[in-house]
């Protein structure tokens, strides 16, 4: 009698165990990475979040706020077309009435400046600069005898965060999030040898302690520290590259930042298998596609594959989807509903019909939402 007892108490406890893996979302990170609106635009973008995110499912947003946002700790890192506080709380209201978590996003460390010029961070603190011997071109080509990409403010700098900081507390605050996404991709430069403060220091070690002190800001506050997972990854080995992993030895930083940083890993024309890495080092991760929807596609489907046969451990880190589209909202939605051919991103050829953003998100998803029901 008591065996029976315990078999079938067993068999409840196995049935429960079971259901509840099955109620697990597929993709926990449902997301969409844009740029912030211009106060023009802000009620169509309103209405796209209503429209297009919330029936499709979307969870999050990654806004890529930087300095268009009327700050108030340092009013002169305005963007000239910034959003106010009201108009930041009508997103933050449709946002929370569609079930979407809202991440804003401020370039830390890297992409301090872009084409030929600066942003506004080095504009008005031009002592932050790691590189004040480079100077801006008054014509911008790549390659140069600078190897000047975008500049990078100095992580040792002792007033430079001070700053930043400010900046993030007031971002988050406003957009009333529990997270923060600080960029630090594509860094090339960092412990430059004129440096008088990072010269000769361990690039491995400046990137990790600025993901640490990044992180333990935002921790201050209960919110989290989600970062592009470039400079994590070993560029030359792997064959990745220059710009979709590093060269400079950053990659190292992966052992030595801390495991709740949430990795967003970016790879648009290969379904590179990183992931499976980030998770291994014991990272929650996101695959991030851009323009190309064969290789969002294969992407989507390896989420859904590493998490359905992961470890009971391992699988909760494969966390998720976050289509990308480096444009304006204006554009994005020109593009999205067929108002206008625009290319996606300044420094990339024209966008075809097949191979843009728009189509990316719309199949993406429409995958996303197929794996879904198979699964139920």
């Known amino acids: 009698m008591k065996k029976t007892i315990l078999s079938f108490l067993l068999l409840i406890l196995v049935k429960a165990t079971y259901s509840k893996d099955e109620a697990e979302p597929l993709f926990q990170v449902k997301g ?5 609106p211009s106060p023009d635009q802000l009620d169509r973008f309103v209405t796209f979040i209503h429209e297009e995110l919330a029936p499709r499912g979307v969870n999050t947003l990654l806004l890529l ?3 268009n946002y009327e700050y108030q700790s340092y009013p002169q890192l305005r963007a000239p077309d910034a959003l106010s506080e009201a108009q930041v709380k009508k997103i933050v209201k449709a946002c929370r009435d569609s079930k979407i978590r809202i991440i804003p996003q401020i370039n830390l460390l890297g992409h301090q400046s872009w084409s ?7 504009t008005h603190f ?19 005898d600078d190897a000047l990409y975008c500049k990078s403010y100095c992580p040792l700098h002792p007033d430079v965060h001070k700053v930043i900081f400010a900046l993030v507390d007031e971002i988050c605050d406003v957009f009333e999030t529990d997270a923060f996404h600080a960029g630090m991709d594509e860094v090339f430069y960092l412990g430059d040898d004129k440096c008088p403060r990072c010269s000769g220091v361990d690039k491995a070690e400046l990137f990790a302690g600025e993901v640490r002190k990044i992180h333990d800001h935002l921790a201050k506050n209960n919110r989290e520290l989600w970062i592009w997972g470039d400079r994590l990854i070993e560029g030359k080995r792997t064959g990745m590259g220059i710009w979709e992993a590093s060269y400079n030895f950053t990659w190292r930083a ?3 930042i ?3 940083v949430v990795i967003c890993d970016w790879h648009y024309e290969r379904p590179d298998q990183t992931p499976v890495y980030f998770a291994m080092k014991g990272f929650r991760v996101i695959t991030c596609p851009w323009r190309t929807p064969s290789t969002a ?7 859904a594959r590493w998490r359905k046969y992961a470890t009971k451990k391992m699988k909760p880190r494969y966390y998720g989807m976050m289509q990308t589209t480096w444009t304006s909202p204006q554009r994005f939605m020109d593009g999205f509903y067929g108002i206008k051919t625009a290319s996606a991103h300044p420094s990339t050829e024209k966008q075809d019909s097949i191979n843009n953003p728009w189509n990316t998100f719309r199949q993406m998803y429409k995958r996303m939402s197929q794996l879904e029901n198979e699964m139920k």
């Open 258 to 260: 801390p495991k709740d």
């Open 254 to 256: 992966v052992d030595m």
């Open 65 to 67: 706020v930087d300095y």
């Open 32 to 36: 969409f990475c844009i740029g912030a």
């Open 116 to 122: 030929n010029n600066l942003n506004p961070l080095l």
């Open 297 to 303: 596609l294969i992407q989507t489907e390896d989420m």
């Open 126 to 144: 031009p002592e932050f600069d790691e590189t004040p011997h480079v100077k801006m071109p008054e014509k911008y080509v790549w390659p140069n």
